[in-house]
């Protein structure tokens, strides 16, 4: 029963339930998600979760991203990138000065509403949806943290004018960062490619493409290809249950009478050093957070 995380490097062209459906093949395991949708032009991280490794979700989905995006300038779209209808055309006259100044307007915390062509929902309807009837409806913005936004002087890939390296918080629409852009420019602009570099704390370094994961599942070796599910949570600090009855009372549910640890969330093992769960201790007392043992 495979269990485990696997970073896909996402290629253009898929969105990331297709990756989902094509490695819940692969494993032949039901339960599978990923931490964070890219869309279906985007590649890079796709930090995915299989088995009983998908309970960690949700802690990953809140994680910072970064990405590498090619801006567009002169062209407004539908779709806030170049995939969608072009809506205006106008003439650019920016200089790296005037294109700088405007990108140290979007550092920290900013206000974003959230494109039409989004899997929002709104009265029950995802945005997308009422999107290609035609429809357009008011959007509350959102606030969200841009940590870092600087241009590149690498060179754009075709049918964009520059790269940006922008790092931010979860669900933040680098697309609709691109038209804000453009509109503080006056010339209008839209998302003409889009790379994630990192997502949940991984990057292009750990991932591997779905051809690769094929070749291993081949061979008989794609489960050697899954981390751990506790290597996400790496940062936090151990603690080994001592004997068979506290590991019964943590595998239950129970909260466990514990000495001499501080207060806080930590990693707990069995005492054969299997990854039970997260736990949290608070006055003498474990709680589990969320278990990870198979039942």
């Not at 300038?73 to 003439?91: A, H, K, M, S, Y």
């Not at 429809?135 to 964009?160: F, M, Q, S, W």
């Not at 996400?232 to 909260?255: M, S």
């Amino acid at each position: 029963m495979a269990n485990g995380i696997i970073i896909i490097d996402k290629p253009a062209g898929w969105t990331s339930m297709d990756v989902c459906a094509k490695l819940r093949g692969m494993f032949h395991e039901k339960r599978v998600g990923h931490a964070g949708t890219l869309d279906p032009m985007a590649t890079g991280v796709l930090p995915v979760f299989i088995g009983r490794a998908t309970r960690a979700v949700q802690y990953a989905a809140e994680s910072d991203k970064e990405y590498i995006a090619g801006l567009k300038l002169g062209v407004v779209t539908n779709t806030q990138d170049t995939t969608g209808e072009i809506l205006e055309e106008r003439p650019v006259d920016v200089t790296r000065d005037q294109l700088l100044a405007a990108l140290e307007a979007f550092h920290g915390w900013i206000r974003q509403v959230p494109p039409m062509y989004s899997a929002i929902k709104v009265n029950g309807k995802k945005l997308y949806e009422l999107a290609r009837k035609g429809r357009e409806v008011e959007r509350e913005p959102r606030t969200v943290a841009i940590r870092a936004l600087e241009l590149l002087d690498e060179t754009p890939p075709e049918g964009a004018d520059c790269l940006l390296r922008a790092a931010c918080s979860k669900g933040t629409y680098v697309r609709t960062l691109c038209h804000d852009i453009g509109q503080a420019l006056g010339c209008g602009g839209c998302m003409a490619s889009l790379r994630r570099t990192r997502a949940a704390g991984f990057t292009l370094e750990d991932s591997v493409t779905l051809e690769a994961v094929q070749q291993a599942v081949d061979r008989g070796e794609g489960e050697g290809l899954l981390l751990p599910v506790d290597s996400y949570f790496a940062g936090l600090p151990v603690l080994v249950l001592k004997n068979a009855g506290a590991e019964k009372k943590i595998r239950n549910g129970a909260a466990l009478a514990i000495r001499d640890m501080p207060d806080g969330e930590y990693r707990v093992y069995g005492m054969d050093k299997t990854f039970l769960a997260l736990g949290r201790v608070a006055g003498g007392t474990l709680t589990t957070v969320k278990s990870f043992f198979e039942v």
